[in-house]
């Protein structure tokens, strides 16, 4: 098992940036593929993207240029970033994990609900 857990989110400006990250306890962290999933009110939940054991990446189209995720195996983190943030951005986000697989099942990785460990989530709110 592996516990997730993410400190930071906030409130931001539109067009602003903000940068979070999550943190892994347990298991050793190199054998999980990593989630970015997100809720906006109303809406269902999203993958915003992810990032497999080897630091391929996965982003959704409405991200691709605006969001990246790292990770640092070193240190248990992933490492998330938002850019030229939207009111559409407000959810809550959070950091989902998967069992790595070789190679990286990327049909199971771009969908929210397929993870098995989440953290507790943080409340991201875009102001105009």
């Known amino acids: 098992q592996v516990q997730l857990v993410e400190p930071g989110g906030g409130l931001v400006q539109v067009g602003g940036s903000l940068r979070f990250s999550c943190a892994a306890f347990g298991r050793t962290f190199g054998s999980f593929a990593m989630g970015w999933p997100r809720q906006a009110p109303g809406k269902e939940r999203e993958l915003v993207a992810a990032?497999?054991?080897?630091?391929?990446?996965y982003y959704a189209d409405p991200m691709k240029d605006r969001f990246t995720i790292t990770r640092d195996n070193a240190k248990n983190t992933v490492k998330r970033r938002m850019n030229s943030l939207k009111p559409e951005d407000t959810a809550i986000y959070c950091c989902?994990?998967?069992?790595?697989?070789?190679?990286?099942?990327?049909?199971?990785?771009?969908?929210?609900?397929?993870?098995?460990?989440w953290g507790q989530g943080t409340q991201v709110t875009v102001s105009s």
């Open positions: 990032i497999s054991w080897n630091g391929g990446r």
């Open positions: 989902a994990a998967n069992p790595a697989q070789s190679p990286p099942n990327w049909s199971t990785l771009r969908t929210a609900i397929t993870y098995d460990y």
